[in-house]
């Protein structure tokens, strides 16, 4: 089940899990965690100053836990990925570890994240019409004006 933070702004996560759910896939992964007796907490975060404190997934002491910030995009060669995006890429890490599927056990970061990004992300980006990565590695950190699209880019990091 997603429980949602005190700190979470629920109309705008409202707003993001309605955008998500016009992808058949994002609707899956939502649903699968919406039907498990498995807690994933959402917790929202923010950008600090000179920081980009994004998106992130965590397991620690047997809680799941998705850090997600409503207004950091990511920016490369196709252009830029919603907020949005971000979130469900998180919840899928969260779906895969309480599905037990073996990738959640690799050592290797970078081979988690392109299995997430090739094999979820990408279809999801495709339902939703957002540009699609072929790497992990090939986007950075924006800020944005909103959690869905249309948005506007605010910040770049370097």
């Known amino acids: 089940m997603i429980v949602l933070d005190v700190k979470v702004d629920k109309k705008v996560h ?13 609707r899956d992964i939502l649903e699968y965690h919406q039907k498990s007796a498995v807690r994933v907490t959402v917790v929202q975060v923010y950008f600090h100053g000179k920081s980009a404190f994004a998106n992130d997934y965590g397991f620690k002491n047997n809680k799941h836990v998705i850090y997600y910030n409503p207004y950091a995009g990511y920016e490369g060669p196709q252009g830029v990925l919603s907020p949005a995006l971000a979130h469900i890429h998180e919840l899928t890490h969260a779906y895969l570890h309480i599905a037990k599927n073996p990738i ?6 970078e081979v988690q994240e392109n299995y997430v990004v090739q094999n979820y992300e990408n279809k999801i980006s495709e339902e939703l019409n957002e ?26 990091w370097a």
Do not use: D
């Open 14 to 26: 409202q707003q993001v899990i309605e955008y998500l759910c016009k992808s058949k896939t994002a």
């Open 104 to 109: 959640s056990w690799e050592k290797k970061i």
């Open 131 to 156: 540009p699609v990565r072929m790497h992990y590695r090939n986007y950075r950190k924006v800020q944005v004006s909103g959690p869905v699209p249309p948005f506007e880019v605010i910040r770049r």
